[in-house]
């Protein structure tokens, strides 16, 4: 089935810089969610991209869908400790509304 | 307040013993969803559901069982078949495939 590989596996970021993470598939999907979950706590649904190129930003964080929908980035500028955990992405892989989750990015920041 | 609700947050249970692990939403969600995660890793799919009385096999389901007799309840019970049972178990819904998935706060269980 499909499957996504993200990277880095972790990120370790001085406070006040900018981290990129990735998400690259074999295949073209058909819509890719990310989600954030901090240490000890449960994902929390950050956003979902759908359409060829797609663009979305919040606040300091950027989300990307690929021109071929077969990659995503997640682009934070300013890097607080407040967004230290682990971002996964999430496929759809089927009909039946089958969540893939990724191995996810782990992260974290240094004052 | 609307949401979904995993309890109990821990448990604890002897070796061999089959332990079940409540779900229940308020959201009107038609989706549901079991995953285990292992420390530092990422989750795994056990069984999803989009449907009462219908579900489906995730990744993981051996040793797992599931129903889904009510669109508010998706009960996981984790059988004495599963080998290596610790682990914290996420349960999430969500409207609909498209739409994103609100996860419990989970269940810690411990088995020794």
């Known amino acids: 089935g499909q499957q996504v590989m993200q990277i880095p596996q972790y990120q370790h970021v001085q406070e006040g810089e900018d981290f990129t993470t990735y998400c690259n598939s074999s295949?073209?999907?058909?819509?890719i969610q990310w989600y954030k979950q901090r240490p000890g706590g449960h994902p929390v649904f950050l956003i979902q991209?759908?359409?060829?190129?797609e663009v979305k930003k919040q606040k300091r964080l950027t989300f990307q869908f690929g021109e071929a929908k077969k990659n995503s980035s997640l682009h934070i500028t300013a890097t607080q400790t407040t967004d230290v955990g682990t971002y996964f992405c999430v496929l759809t892989t089927d009909s039946w509304g089958k969540l893939q989750f990724g191995a996810g990015t782990q992260v974290v920041v240094t004052p | 307040d609307g949401g979904i609700t995993q309890s109990p947050k821990y448990l604890f249970r002897k070796e061999g013993q089959n332990v079940t692990l409540s779900c229940e939403q308020n959201?009107?969600?038609?989706?549901m969803y079991w995953y285990r995660q292992d420390p530092g890793q990422g989750l795994r799919l056990i069984y999803y559901?989009?449907?009462?009385?219908?579900?489906q096999k995730g990744d993981i389901a051996e040793g797992y069982s599931v129903s889904r007799e009510k669109k508010e309840s998706f009960p996981l019970t984790v059988t004495s078949a599963q080998k290596n049972p610790t682990a914290f178990y996420l349960c999430a819904s969500s409207m609909s495939p498209l739409a994103g998935a609100f996860f419990g706060q989970g269940t810690r269980l411990t088995v020794v």
């Open positions: 559901s989009q449907i009462v009385n219908d579900f």
């Open positions: 295949t073209t999907l058909s819509n």
């Open positions: 991209l759908v359409k060829s190129g």
């Open positions: 959201l009107n969600h038609d989706a």
